[in-house]
């Protein structure tokens, strides 16, 4: 079974919503974990995004890098461009894939544009996701089989 490492600067959005892509789309074929160069908790903005999308990322918790200290992955998905340039020692990977996609976090305006903002960068992480899966996670599983 593939393991994936979503990876981006504060584990609260972006690699929030991928991780739950990745986990609803893999429906259980490969092992999905995200986690962050900082700990900001996870978004309530990026939750909404994601409920309206019918995926429900409730369970899922922020973790910083660290909590994955030792262990090897298949897959390392960038989700941002600071954590793409971060020297990652911690880990280990097979393959690196980056994807630069704005903080909807970073955002400024009433509540309703910040959500906007989500639903944006929600559908460019499902593009990306789904793209990632079909390239990567399905086209190595039927070359292995």
């Known amino acids: 079974m593939k393991r994936v490492l979503v990876l981006c600067t504060g584990n609260s959005c972006r690699s929030q919503m991928a991780e739950g892509y990745l986990r609803y789309y893999t429906r259980g074929s490969a092992e999905i974990f995200s986690a962050g160069l900082e700990d900001h908790g996870v978004n309530p903005f990026a939750v909404k995004a994601m409920e309206e999308d019918s995926i429900d990322i409730t369970g899922q918790r922020s973790k910083l890098l660290k909590a994955f200290r030792g262990q090897h992955f298949d897959y390392l998905v960038t989700v941002c461009?600071?954590?793409t340039r971060k020297m990652i020692q911690d880990i280990s990977f097979n393959h690196k894939i980056h994807y630069s996609i704005p903080d909807p976090a970073a955002f400024k305006g009433e509540e309703e544009q910040k959500?906007?903002?989500?639903r944006r960068v929600r559908?460019?992480?499902k593009k990306n996701m789904l793209k990632f899966i079909g390239q990567a996670l399905h086209e190595n599983t039927e070359a292995a089989a």
């Open 123 to 125: 559908e460019a992480i």
């Open 115 to 118: 959500l906007e903002e989500f």
């Open 81 to 83: 461009d600071e954590a």
